[in-house]
Nanobody, 121 residues
Framework: QIELAESGGGSVQAGGSLRLSCVAD??????????MGWFRQSPGKEREAVAG???????RYSDSVKGRFTISQDRAQETLYLEMNTLKPDDTAMYYC?????????????WGQGTQVTISS
């Protein structure tokens, strides 16, 4: 059974930083058999892809976070991270971790419960 559990959200002022973690229980990250990604959704808006790691190692970011966010994974700890710097009020959202063997990204099979990020101006 696969479970994803996010943590690390919180409330910070604009310009600050947060690091989100996603423990991927049941997924062997070192095997590179799942595409892993971070998504976010704020009230009244569609879910947005933030960053992702493909099984081939390719990393991609949305234009809105490129240069400010960094996705990484600690395979030994089975954990996916999202380092977020220079945060803006527009980054306020619920952040979700997702995993999918077919790399369907927004249609990923497995999702965590989310962690709330709130950025004040």
């Amino acid at each position: 059974q696969i479970e994803l559990a996010e943590s690390g959200g919180g409330s910070v002022q604009a310009g600050g930083s947060l690091r989100l973690s996603c423990v991927a229980d049941g997924i062997r990250l070192f095997a590179n058999t799942y595409c892993m990604g971070w998504f976010r959704q704020s009230p009244g808006k569609e879910r947005e892809a933030v960053a992702g790691i493909h099984t081939d190692g390719t990393i991609r970011y949305s234009d809105s976070v490129k240069g400010r966010f960094t996705i990484s994974q600690d395979r030994a700890q089975e954990t996916l991270y999202l380092e977020m710097n220079t945060l803006k009020p527009d980054d306020t959202a619920m952040y979700y971790c997702a995993a999918d063997q077919a790399c369907r990204w927004a249609e990923s099979t497995y999702w965590g419960q989310g962690t709330q990020v709130t950025i004040s101006s």
